[in-house]
């Protein structure tokens, strides 16, 4: 296994508020994109990372269906508290998504729109459950995947930690037999630039470029929030 991740500001923010972790050591790989304007959602989205970082090095035994859970509520009460001493910061909350790897399983856990495709050699797949607005257009059929990609309201969600204590968590187990690699990223990636795209990328580039190609395609069609892309080759 090994893993490359980059962020980007992209071309239309002044600062970037996307966060990433990795940790080989630990199989768990990170990334949250924070809301809240300047100096604020910065804050969100590294609190939450690290609160879930720090939780994982704590215990001694982690099954990641039963504590995951336990530590983001965690991370979504450090936020709140956060706020509450510094009311400056009002309004602020991030979106997380979580990789695992354990021997045999690869887990998955979201909050918001931060995404994990799996890539194999049939092709790509979004492993992780968007919480937004145009995801619950296509689960009531009002749109189509392929329409979700291109809706004007793509980036309206409608769960994130440090809004409120109760949000929406989607936890998954695949097969790590199944994919060659894994792609956790914000939406500045996904919405700009398509899953046939990422595929594309992941398949012909080096591995140590692919963080970097990724960003520069999404800047190339505008790059209009930050960027954040965590490879993992399985």
Known sequence: ?????????????????????ISENLSLFIVSDGMGGYHAGEIASELAANSVLEAFNMKQAFNFEIDVH????????KIIEYVKAHPECRG??????????DENHLWIANVGDSR?????????????E??????????????????AE??????????????ERNFEVFIAKFDIKDYSHILLCSDGLSNMVSSQELM????????????????????????KDNITAVCVEL
């Not at 296994?1 to 970037?16: F, H, K, S």
């Not at 291109?150 to 809004?163: C, E, F, K, M, Y």
């Open 1 to 21: 296994m090994r893993a490359v991740a980059l962020t980007d500001v992209g071309i239309t923010r002044d600062n970037n508020e996307d966060f990433y972790i």
């Open 70 to 77: 336990d530590l983001l509520v965690h991370a979504n009460e």
């Open 92 to 101: 602020m909350g991030t979106t997380i998504v979580v990789a695992y790897l």
């Open 116 to 128: 994990c495709y799996g890539i194999s050699q049939n092709g790509i797949v979004q492993l992780s």
């Open 130 to 147: 968007d919480h937004s607005l145009v995801a619950e257009l296509v689960k009531i059929g009002s749109i189509s995947p392929e329409e």
């Open 150 to 163: 291109r809706h004007p309201d793509r980036n309206v969600i409608t769960s994130a930690l440090g809004v």
């Open 200 to 223: 594309d990328v992941i398949k012909s580039e080096p591995f140590d470029r692919i963080p970097k190609t990724l960003i520069d395609l999404a800047n190339q069609k505008g790059g």
